[in-house]
């Protein structure tokens, strides 16, 4: 059973900080892996998203990597800034039959202080 | 830029009743999802629904769930008997083919 886990649960950094979220999952075989941010309250929105033979995406001060042989994607992010603060959600499509779900981790906190 | 939009953005109903939670999934994306998320929980896959029919649930998705596309935009999950354990707040997906999900707001539900 595909399990997914996000460290650290939370992070604060101050402004203008690099920062690193780590996601792994326990089963290789995925399809792809998506990476969310949510915000209080609010729905998923999508950031990156990274197909199993992709190694990694990037869109404007994010950059996410995915090693899929080791169960591991980061998420890199450059000169945070406090709009930055929200919880940060990973979740992997397995492949497996013709499912479409995702399954999701427990998400990182990240408070970035002005 | 296009949007999946949920309505309505809370609800609060006795335990027992039914409810329907609405979603507008966006209009050219061909398979529709509904999550939930118990607070401070993971997020939940429920239902999949692809050429009007469910394509897959989860062990949650019992008896009690349904989903519908009445028409051509709208795509509910209705709850025939509502529990305590059933509030959450649900969100709805769509995607284009199998890749990216989008994700509507969320409907809050709370059951008393």
């Known amino acids: 059973k595909q399990e997914v886990t996000q460290i650290p649960a939370a992070l604060s950094v101050p402004e203008g900080e690099n920062l690193v979220l780590n996601c792994s999952f326990t089963?290789?075989?995925?399809?792809?892996l998506q990476w969310f941010r949510q915000d209080p309250g609010k729905g998923l929105t999508s950031l990156l998203l990274?197909?199993?033979?992709?190694r990694e995406q990037t869109s404007g001060r994010l950059n996410a990597s995915l090693d899929k042989s080791s169960g591991r994607s980061t998420l890199y992010i450059a000169a945070s800034q406090p709009g930055d603060s929200a919880t940060y959600l990973c979740?992997?499509?397995?492949?497996?039959?013709?499912?479409?779900?995702?399954?999701f981790g427990t998400g990182t906190l990240l408070a970035v202080q002005p | 830029e296009p949007e999946v939009t949920q309505t309505p953005s809370h609800q609060v109903t006795q335990m027992g009743q039914e409810v329907i939670l609405r979603c507008v999934p966006i209009?050219?994306?061909?398979?529709f999802y509904w999550y939930r998320q118990i607070l401070g929980q993971k997020v939940e896959f429920l239902v999949s629904?692809?050429?009007?029919?469910?394509?897959?649930k989860s062990e949650i998705f019992d008896d009690q769930f349904s989903v519908e596309r009445p028409d051509g935009s709208n795509f509910t999950l209705k709850i025939r008997s509502t529990k305590l354990e059933d509030s959450a707040m649900y969100f709805c997906?769509?995607?284009?083919?199998?890749?990216?999900?989008?994700f509507g707001p969320g409907t809050r539900l709370l059951v008393l």
């Open positions: 997906a769509s995607s284009e083919v199998q890749e990216t999900q989008y």
């Open positions: 089963d290789s075989a995925i399809y792809n």
């Open positions: 990274i197909q199993s033979s992709q």
């Open positions: 979740a992997v499509r397995v492949m497996v039959g013709a499912t479409n779900k995702l399954i």
């Open positions: 209009s050219n994306h061909l398979y």
């Open positions: 629904f692809y050429n009007n029919e469910i394509s897959e």
